[in-house]
């Protein structure tokens, strides 16, 4: 039975040893989880990093993401179904998973960014983020990204 | 008495034995002492009290500035203990000549470190008076001081040396001019005998009248008890005035100590304002940059999709040309297809069952139709993708500016940071943030306690004067019932005799005060014409010491003028009435006896006034030493003095250390002061 990301609910999940990070970051870099997902996940497509399967620890619902968030998503599985391949376009869940993927792919990118590198506690349960409002984190991640932003819209 | 040299030998700021020599050539009169606050100026004057008395206070000094009674060079203490010398031995030497006969007076005095205390100790006192070629050495204390006051009478002491606050004073509408003028009255007089006797004769009064009271009977016992409670009412209250007097000059001591704190204070006070305001810049700032952090949290709301500008523009003109190329929306087309196919002919007429080409076409078409809930996302997507786009645009600004005002205040911080740095670099490790606040308040308080005690002693006077005209009234009434009853024994007789002798006294002494009091007037007339300037000697007429020793300056129409005059004209009046006390200290010869020292007396006078001081006061006296400040002894003065051909002697106060001051004489003619005219200037 079709179904749409735009439409129906799911839960998000990422890998369990992220949740720490993503628990650390919420209030410090970003208001919600889905905000860090959601850069998760353009940061692993943009450099075609994915997870090889998906993670099992739940983070939010996602009814949660903004329309904005929503239209990249679909961007990228427009893009990804250019070759006929629609079955992510009909399916809001399989949609869900493939963006999954990234998200822990692009995690592991941000892990070892700048930004966070030195901050990463490794522990045995997962991945902890050891920084405090001086570190001023919010502010670097927004400069990354407007970095980003800028040396693509040059292009 | 004529000074020629003074010697000083680790005295204040001199360190070691330096020496200056005064002008004294009667055509070349003026020394000039030239060198900046705290280099060392009033020291000199201060050598020159402690040389002749032994005097460590000068009348400017506030009851409690024990430091500047301190007269041993410290730098020399510090050395000592350096050294472990025992201690160090400094003195004074003044060479004077008076009459034929030339003296020189040693006076030594010791410092020494005592558990990190600096304690110093009189020393010796030497006079050496040569005669005719014959020298003769005195070492007895008292018999040094008696020839020393007779060639220099100490009373007047406080009058060789002018500062501008003593100026301010004298023609200041308060209590202490008034007190400044009497005392200077007094002291000329030198009437404490009288006073002594007057105290006497009142002891005796109240006794006398005692045994009368307890002698007599009706109407004139009454009276007799009126005037024994009058007379000891008019003791108390003089006892009061006594007292408030004491805490006034206690409380004014005070103040004057404050504020020489506050002045000193002055410098770093600007300082510390100035980090209090970079301080709360700084906090400012820092809280802002904090509010701009929290609000960069809301601004990362769904910044990740700038990341993927590029996609979705990619994805948007990809749709959009599947559109315009009619392959979306396939609903419709798959509903067309479908009614080609039902019923065998196309929209435009061709019948496709008889055209092969056709249908294969319509059939090709109907297999690139996709599923509808494809469909719907890519239409979905498509309308929503414009907006994203524009949201990035939007956010990509906010996203910039809030970065930009975060650099902002950064750099604001930083500079604020730099600055205080540097400020408290300038401050150094003074812990004196809490001492000035705690000034002002005690200054406050200090003024306030002032103005009750002048209350209080106006009060207490007016209530004198009502008891002096009561006890006279009653004093009447005993006499008149005396001679009614005929009351002739020798008890009353003693009683009139004593208030008769006492009130003689009292009006000795109020003629001898009022008969100096007119003089000093004269002679301060007369010098004030001399030097102020002509429209200041067209508006006023004299100078006069009122009743209550007020001072006061009186214009053509008699009336009084002063707290009219300008700060120049308030100065002139300050110098010819402490010039007056001089000349009649000099048993009033046309030259003032005694040397005079000026300190910056041209601060607030105009050129004319300036000119006319620059041009009379070498006449008025042997001797005029002017200590200057760069700031008021500048070109414009140099060149005046030279003009009037009395500058004999130029020294100058130098060094870069506290402690190290070198005195240097340098030649008049060829000496150029730093600072340039106003003229100059303005050019």
Known sequence: MASSLYLDRYRVYTKPEFIKVYQRLKGLVFNEYHNLFSLCVFLGYKNKKKAKKVGKKELFWSQTFSPHELAAFYALLIKESENGNYELLKDGEKALEWLQEYADGGMEILLESDILKKFVVKRDDGVDVDATTRDNLQKQMMYYVFSEYLAQVKQ | MVITDIIVKDFKQFYGEQKIEIAYDKKKNVTVIYGANGRGKTSLFRAIMFGLYGEKRLAQDPEESEEELKLVNKVAIEQAVKNKKKEVEAYVQINFIHGQKQYSLKRYISGIKVSGEHVEQFGDVKLTITHQGNSNTLKDCEEIEEIINSILDKRVREYFLFDGE????????????KREIENGIKNLLNINQLAVANKGLSLLLKHSEAQLKNKSTGTYQQEIIKLQTKESEKQKLESDLANIDKELRLAESELKGIDIKLEQYKGIKELLQKRTTLNSELEIAKTSRNDSLIEMININDDLGVLLIENELREVGEMLGKKIENQELPSPIRERLVNKILKDGVCICKTKIKDNPEALKNILEWKDRLIDEQVEQNLFSTYGKIGATREFIKHKADSVQRSLQDFANKSEQIENCEKAL????EQIGDQKIDDDIPKLEKSRTDVVIKIGKLEQQYSDANDGLHILKEEINIISENVKKLEREEGVRNDLAKR???VRESRDALTAIYEEFTKEIKEKIGT???????????????????????SEDYSLELYDWQDKPFLANISAGQRQVTSISFIAALAKIAGDEAETLEIPLFMDTPFGRLSGEHRDRLLENIPNLTKQ???????TEFTKEECQMLKSTGRWGKIFTLEGDQPGFTNIKEKNVITFIPQRTTAIERRA
């Open chain 2, 166 to 177: 003593k100026m301010e004073r004298l023609t200041r509408f308060s209590r202490e001019q």
């Open chain 2, 421 to 424: 740095k540097k400020v408290s």
């Open chain 2, 523 to 545: 002679y301060a007339t007369e010098i004030f014409h001399k030097l102020i300037d002509e429209e200041g000697s067209k508006t006023f007429k004299q100078i006069k010491v």
């Open chain 2, 495 to 497: 009683c009139n005799l």
């Open chain 2, 624 to 630: 005029w030493i002017l200590l200057a400040t760069d």
